[in-house]
Every structure is written in structure tokens, then in C-alpha cells.
């Protein structure tokens, strides 16, 4: 089973090995690696996909600290380091769109592309703020847990009711308190909208049109960042990469095809 080793966690990846260009993807709050299972199976061995466990997620080990998604970000290097490679394409959804971003602020050298999945640039607003807390007080409390599971699964997941069984399997034995400090690191998360020109390498945003997530925001972002493109996927939730993988592996495979031959090309 492999892990990285940071100061303070073992960060639990997994690869699909091969000798194409890496793409590093980290999940969503309260799912886990497995939601690019469907990448590892279409976009390898053209590229070696590899995905991780945030932590308080997953397989990941970690001493229960505070953390921020910048400390996320230098958990994707440490598995870079891990793994030997000088650069990858790093992306992820949601909250691991989050932590792509600050991993291309913190070390633009080893980031040679960005893919952001259901994701935005900008902090909470006032009112997603209050709507995760309201969430996160049902999902602690016993009485509500069964109802913040299903609540979660349509908002992640939708109709899909294959995902939607499996995720409510385990979000019914999931350790309720166990998501406390990452809960933290997601409802006072920055912004760093104010910083998206800084990153110069290819973008790919990808806004599935049923996520909730706000659309002229992630334009804004694309707007924001020097060199994006954005593709949305219509009627997918949050989980696209799961529920929607055909539309979401053509866009990915069509992005780093592009900007790998110009890389080739140099």
C-alpha cells in the first residue's frame, strides 16, 4: 500500500503506473480517491494517473492537526517528490481544485497544466458558509446523520443510483466526527482569485452544470487565469468524474494532448 511521507501524515496514493506524462488528482470533502477510478481505466497508460487521499480522507494517515489547503498542496508535492517526478499535471475536484491551485502558486515550476473539476478560486460567501455548517451540524448529530448522508449523496452524486448505494454505505459507517479539522480547513478556506495571473500554465476548468456550484464563478476563474479552457458537463453533479466519466475523460485526454505535443515540441 503505498504512502508518502510528509512532516506530519502518510499520504495514501494510488498509481496506474506507466511512463506517460503524471497527472496528480485529489478528491472531493468526504469522498476519497476512489472517485477517478473511472480515469485510471480510460486515460491509462497514455498518462500515468495518479490519485490521493486528502487528509482526514481515505486511507491517509495524519495526526489530526489543523490544516489548510495550502498544506494540502504541499502534501501533492511530497507525493511528487515520492513518486521522483519534477512535474505533473495536477488537478482534482471541488476541494481538491482548491489545493491544485495553491500547489501551482506554491511551485508554478513543477505544475505543467491545472485540470479543475466543480471548483472555484474564490473563499466561501456568507451563505455557503452557513449552508455547510448547517450541513456539518446534522452530520455530527445522530439523530440528523442519516439525513446529511442522503442530503450529501444527490448533492454529489444525483440520480445515479449505483454511486448513490455505494457512497451511502459508507458514509453510514464513517467515523462522523472523523471529518472535523478538514470541515474546518473547507468553510475557512482563502481566496486566491486575487492570484490566479500568476498561474501562466494551460487550465482546463470543467463546470458540470448540475454541481451547485456557481457558473459565472468558475467563468470568472477561467477569466482569471491566463490560459483556460472551459468545457462544461451538462447535467452532471458535483461527482462528474464518477456519474459522467465519458464527457469528462474526452475533455481531460483532449486538453493534455495539447499542451503535451507542444511541450514535446519544444
Not at 235 to 245: E, N, Y
Request: proline share 5%.
Amino acid at each position: 500500500m503505498p504512502f508518502a511521507r510528509a512532516i506530519d501524515a502518510d499520504i495514501h496514493y494510488e498509481d496506474s503506473g506507466g511512463d506517460g506524462p503524471i497527472v496528480l488528482l485529489a478528491h472531493e470533502f468526504l469522498m476519497d480517491r476512489t472517485m477517478f477510478a473511472a480515469q485510471m481505466t480510460a486515460l491509462a497508460p497514455e498518462f500515468r494517473i495518479v490519485s490521493w487521499d486528502a487528509r482526514g480522507h481515505g486511507r491517509t494517515r495524519d495526526e489530526g492537526l489543523p490544516f489548510t489547503y495550502w498544506t494540502a498542496a504541499r502534501d501533492a508535492l511530497t507525493v511528487l517528490d515520492h513518486l521522483g517526478a519534477e512535474h505533473a499535471v495536477v488537478g482534482g475536484t471541488a476541494q481538491g481544485g482548491f489545493t491544485a491551485l495553491r500547489t501551482a502558486l506554491i511551485a508554478p515550476e513543477r505544475v505543467s497544466a491545472l485540470i479543475l473539476i466543480s471548483t472555484e478560486a474564490h473563499g466561501p460567501t456568507p451563505g455557503q458558509s452557513a449552508a455547510t455548517l448547517q450541513f456539518l451540524r446534522q452530520w455530527y448529530d445522530h439523530g440528523t446523520h442519516e439525513q446529511a448522508v442522503h442530503q450529501l449523496a444527490y448533492w454529489l452524486i444525483g440520480d445515479d443510483e449505483r454511486y448513490r448505494a455505494i457512497w451511502i454505505q459508507r458514509w453510514m459507517t464513517h467515523d462522523r466526527r472523523g471529518i472535523e479539522v478538514a470541515a474546518n480547513c473547507l468553510v475557512n478556506r482563502d481566496s486566491v482569485s486575487n492570484r490566479l495571473r500568476e498561474i501562466t500554465c494551460p487550465v482546463l476548468v470543467v463546470h458540470p452544470t448540475a454541481s451547485g456550484m456557481d457558473r459565472r464563478r468558475a467563468q470568472q476563474m477561467a477569466r482569471g487565469l491566463a490560459a483556460a479552457t472551459f468545457v462544461e458537463i451538462a447535467d452532471a453533479h458535483l461527482a462528474a468524474t464518477m456519474t459522467h466519466p465519458g464527457p469528462v475523460n474526452r475533455a481531460i485526454r483532449q486538453f493534455l494532448r495539447a499542451p503535451m505535443r507542444s511541450a514535446q515540441g519544444r
